[in-house]
């Protein structure tokens, strides 16, 4: 991060970009990162809280291993995106909003992830699994288990199982606003 912004003359307009750097080094924003981007641009901590709360591309804790986004806006949400959320939290043992204590993966919600005919919409470290099923959540979450093992995806399922293609464009987690 000290990179970053050293080869600058200290600016606000590059606390977005300084802060992206601290999440990529350290997988979160720790404290020390917000206090060193606060020196460096000549701006008090309190407006880069500010700045890194806003955005749900930040994030003040580290994330697992596997991201779990799952979308509530209002087509997800009438086509039983709370029933999905609530299945993930029973799998994952894990309330929306937080990391297993093993860091393996992290729930979190967005408000909309404009996929909505796809809707309810899971995205796992990137991939789009549309039209979500209550039922589907065990399998998704052991092929992540899986994965972690270095093995293939191993909760079986069918070609129609894979993950969707939304479009081009960055993963919903690295958007700015989540909505």
Not at 39 to 46: D, K, Q, V
Not at 64 to 82: K, N
Not at 118 to 145: F, S
Request: proline share 8%; hydrophobic share 35%.
């Amino acid at each position: 991060m000290e990179d970053t912004l050293a080869s600058t003359e200290p600016s606000r307009k590059d606390l977005i970009h300084a802060l992206h750097d601290a999440q990529e080094r350290h997988g979160h924003v720790p404290a020390e990162a917000i206090a060193a981007i606060a020196r460096r641009l000549r701006i008090t901590e309190t407006d880069v809280y500010g700045v890194l709360t806003f955005y749900k591309a930040f994030s003040l804790e580290p994330k697992g291993r596997h991201v779990v986004t799952i979308c509530s806006g209002t087509a997800c949400h009438v086509r039983g995106a709370a029933r999905i959320i609530e299945e993930f939290e029973r799998a994952l043992d894990v309330p929306a909003g937080r990391t297993t204590p093993d860091r393996e993966f992290t729930l979190e919600t967005v408000n909309c992830v404009g996929a909505c005919a796809l809707g309810p919409i899971v995205i796992i470290d990137g991939d789009y699994h549309g039209q979500a099923k209550a039922a589907e959540i065990p399998k998704l979450v052991e092929d992540c288990r899986c994965r972690s093992r270095g093995q293939a995806p191993c909760g079986g399922g069918k070609p129609e199982d894979a993950p969707v293609d939304a479009g081009p464009g960055p993963s919903p987690r690295r958007q700015p606003g989540g909505g």
